[in-house]
């Protein structure tokens, strides 16, 4: 089965903190992404990978960064942590070229900003 | 806009069959998902739909009518391990993934 494993379950950081979400997966897909899920919202794409080193901006990556180092580890990084990023943030990855798109998701990472 | 439109919440009967609506309007159509997520849990892949017509697996079912923008996800013989939240998505002319806002559904005894 494929496993998508992110970091923290749970993070509570303060205003302007710097800070770091981790998502590995284990089954070798070309396709990463970081998700923001917040009640009364559809998914929001923060940021996607095709590749290694290689990075899209999703519909709302304002105030975020990512990194792609490895093949396996898609990394999100809030440089300057406000509290209008409090969320649940989810982390996904595909197959890759010629897939049907099924995305396997990480369990989430709950961040509070206070 | 791209729009996807999905009940809030729904409440059904253990045993029972329950139909969850999906309407969309999106820039061109590659295929729509349905996904479940059980509360503080990971979405899970239930179906994907890019043909019309409806697509059976197991107590769970997927309808598609891409002429009306409509989807819907049918669960028979209701268990109450199917409270959940169900999440529609339509992937657009671009290959990105447009989400709904889920439909929260509550199974009762």
């Known amino acids: 089965d494929v496993k998508v494993t992110q970091s923290s379950r749970y993070l509570v950081k303060r205003t302007g903190e710097k800070v770091f979400l981790e998502c590995v997966q284990d089954m070798d897909h070309e396709n990463m992404f970081w998700y923001r899920q917040d009640p009364g919202l559809g998914l929001r794409l923060i940021y996607f990978?095709?590749?290694?080193?290689?990075?899209e901006k999703g519909d709302i990556p304002e105030g975020y960064s990512v990194s792609r180092e490895k093949k396996e580890r898609f990394s999100l990084i809030l440089e300057s942590a406000s509290t209008n990023q409090t969320s649940m943030y989810l982390c996904?990855?595909?197959?890759?070229?010629?897939?049907?798109?099924?995305?396997?998701f990480g369990e989430g990472s709950r961040l509070t900003v206070l | 806009g791209q729009n996807i439109d999905q009940p809030t919440e729904m409440t059904a009967t253990e045993g029972a069959i329950v139909q969850i609506n999906c309407t969309y309007q999106t820039s061109g159509f590659n295929g729509l998902f349905w996904y479940q997520q059980h509360a503080g849990e990971a979405p899970t892949f239930l179906s994907y739909?890019?043909l019309d017509g409806l697509e059976e697996k197991g107590r769970f079912s997927s309808f598609l009518s891409r002429s009306k923008g409509y989807s819907y996800l049918l669960l028979k013989e209701l268990q109450m391990k199917d409270s959940a939240s169900y999440l529609c998505?339509?992937?657009?002319?671009?290959?990105?993934?447009?989400w709904g806002a889920g439909t929260k559904l509550i199974i009762k005894p």
């Open positions: 990978s095709y590749d290694v080193k290689m990075k």
């Open positions: 998505a339509v992937l657009d002319s671009n290959y990105q993934l447009i």
């Open positions: 739909n890019v």
């Open positions: 996904a990855s595909s197959v890759g070229t010629g897939d049907t798109g099924e995305l396997f």
